[in-house]
């Protein structure tokens, strides 16, 4: 029998706070030690098995080195045609590489791709010091960027992911910046690609995920072996809009990984579903007190989607709280207001309803102020 349990989760997307992820576990059969399956928006737990127990994760670390490039490429940092020059340091990796030369030279845009597909540590090293300078420092912004998305249990000392003494993580944290790296669609333009080539054809790449060729919807996201992490895997992959993460850390083999990466994107797929969250009541000016306007617009926008089980959409209800009044003077985007949804008791979303407009203080120089250029308009 399926057990699920579910604790109250928040997410206030106008003010763009994480969730917190409600556990779940289910009789998955996995042979794995640890795994972990999320909704990727929500960031909502679907079903876990020793999710925060630390463990190495090889190149699944790469989720991290390249959430990082594609912010610098987002920001205008990198370009994707910049054409950038391996260093001695970055030819010196070992494990899966696409054998760079010292001083040779490769696009941004083939670096990615073989970073993504065929999970190259040198082309990885090349990125990282672009972005950062060295491999050092750009390992003390992924640690950085790993503290702010709240991923307590991981240590980075790498940008590729060979094994390390202390570098470590757990599935739950591989979850939260794969959701993060998944953000910027264009990740799965890499991601996605099974064959592709460099160096104008004469370096061909085959993408690590062998799930890419056997199961309807994946999108990406990074395989990882090696000998302290075993087989690992972020796996993401949508239907019908409904978009999951499932991670499986210490597999036994490359077989037993993408065996269970795909039992729990099938039990999500089979057992949950994404229902849209609407505002059906019409929203009515709210009064502002001691304002030189009566009133003020109000809005409740971002309102989106919710993982719920299946067939069970017709039990989510909507509230939705409003001041009477509020004082002058309102700014634009003031809280007046919640909607929240809730099923079966439980919160499972919240948004701010907030002002659409600004209303000044009345005072005797805008009230003067008012009367002078209603005057000159006579």
Same mark, same amino acid.
Not at 111 to 122: E, G, H, M, Y
Not at 150 to 159: A, E, I, Q, R, Y
Not at 209 to 231: Q, W
């Given at each position: 029998?399926?057990?699920?349990?579910?604790?109250?989760?928040?997410?206030?997307?106008?003010?763009?706070?994480?969730?917190?992820?409600?556990?779940?576990?289910?009789?998955?059969?996995?042979?794995?030690?640890?795994?972990?399956?999320?909704?990727?928006?929500?960031?909502?737990?679907?079903?876990?098995?020793?999710?925060?127990?630390?463990?190495?994760?090889?190149?699944?670390?790469?989720?991290?080195?390249?959430?990082?490039?594609?912010?610098? %490429?987002?920001?205008?940092?990198?370009?994707?045609?910049?054409?950038?020059?391996? !260093?001695?340091?970055?030819?010196?990796?070992?494990?899966?590489?696409?054998?760079?030369?010292?001083?040779?030279?490769?696009?941004?845009?083939?670096?990615?791709?073989?970073?993504?597909?065929?999970?190259?540590?040198?082309?990885?090293? %090349?990125?990282?010091?672009?972005?950062?300078?060295?491999?050092?420092?750009?390992?003390?912004?992924?640690?950085?960027?790993?503290?702010?998305?709240?991923?307590?249990?991981?240590?980075?000392?790498?940008?590729?992911?060979?094994?390390?003494?202390?570098?470590?993580?757990?599935?739950?944290? %591989?979850?939260?910046?794969?959701?993060?790296?998944?953000?910027?669609?264009?990740?799965?333009?890499?991601?996605?690609?099974?064959?592709?080539?460099?160096?104008?054809?004469?370096?061909?790449?085959?993408?690590?995920?062998?799930?890419?060729?056997?199961?309807?919807?994946?999108?990406?996201?990074?395989?990882?072996?090696?000998?302290?992490?075993?087989?690992?895997?972020?796996?993401?992959?949508?239907?019908? $809009?409904?978009?999951?993460?499932?991670?499986?850390? $210490?597999? $036994?083999?490359?077989?037993?990984?993408?065996?269970?990466?795909?039992?729990?994107?099938?039990?999500?797929?089979?057992?949950?579903? !994404?229902?849209?969250?609407?505002?059906?009541?019409?929203?009515?000016?709210?009064? %502002?007190?001691?304002?030189?306007?009566?009133?003020?617009?109000?809005?409740?926008?971002?309102?989106?989607?919710?993982?719920?089980?299946?067939?069970?959409?017709?039990?989510?209800?909507?509230?939705?709280?409003?001041?009477?009044?509020?004082?002058?003077?309102?700014?634009?985007?003031?809280?007046?207001?919640?909607?929240?949804?809730?099923?079966? $008791?439980?919160?499972?979303?919240?948004?701010?309803?907030?002002?659409?407009?600004?209303?000044?203080?009345?005072?005797?120089?805008?009230?003067?102020?008012?009367?002078?250029?209603?005057?000159?308009?006579?």
């Amino acid at each position: 029998m399926l057990k699920r349990l579910f604790s109250i989760f928040s997410c206030i997307l106008i003010l763009g706070s994480l969730p917190i992820a409600a556990r779940a576990e289910s009789n998955i059969d996995l042979s794995s030690p640890s795994a972990i399956l999320i909704e990727a928006e929500s960031r909502k737990i679907l079903s876990e098995k020793n999710s925060h127990e630390r463990r190495a994760c090889a190149s699944v670390t790469k989720v991290m080195t390249l959430l990082l490039v594609m912010e610098a %490429v987002e920001s205008g940092k990198l370009k994707l045609n910049d054409t950038l020059s391996a !260093s001695a340091h970055a030819a010196s990796m070992g494990g899966s590489d696409i054998w760079l030369e010292e001083g040779e030279r490769m696009s941004v845009d083939d670096l990615i791709k073989a970073t993504a597909v065929a999970s190259a540590n040198d082309a990885a090293v %090349v990125l990282a010091e672009a972005v950062s300078g060295s491999e050092k420092a750009f390992v003390e912004e992924m640690n950085k960027r790993a503290k702010k998305l709240g991923m307590k249990h991981t240590v980075f000392k790498n940008c590729n992911g060979l094994d390390e003494k202390g570098h470590l993580t757990c599935a739950y944290d %591989v979850a939260l910046m794969s959701s993060e790296l998944i953000k910027y669609k264009k990740i799965f333009d890499y991601t996605s690609i099974w064959i592709d080539e460099l160096r104008g054809g004469k370096t061909q790449i085959v993408n690590t995920n062998k799930l890419l060729r056997t199961y309807d919807g994946i999108t990406g996201l990074k395989t990882g072996t090696t000998g302290d992490a075993g087989s690992c895997i972020s796996a993401t992959a949508e239907r019908n $809009g409904l978009s999951l993460i499932a991670v499986v850390l $210490g597999a $036994g083999s490359g077989t037993e990984r993408f065996r269970d990466a795909a039992a729990l994107l099938d039990y999500g797929f089979a057992n949950f579903e !994404s229902a849209e969250l609407k505002l059906t009541e019409e929203l009515y000016p709210v009064t %502002v007190d001691g304002g030189m306007e009566s009133t003020v617009d109000i809005v409740c926008s971002d309102i989106g989607y919710i993982t719920i089980p299946k067939g069970q959409s017709d039990k989510v209800e909507r509230t939705l709280n409003i001041s009477e009044s509020i004082p002058a003077p309102v700014g634009k985007g003031a809280k007046v207001g919640t909607l929240r949804f809730s099923m079966d $008791g439980e919160e499972m979303a919240s948004f701010d309803v907030v002002t659409a407009g600004a209303v000044e203080k009345k005072s005797f120089v805008s009230v003067f102020a008012l009367l002078w250029n209603a005057l000159i308009k006579l």
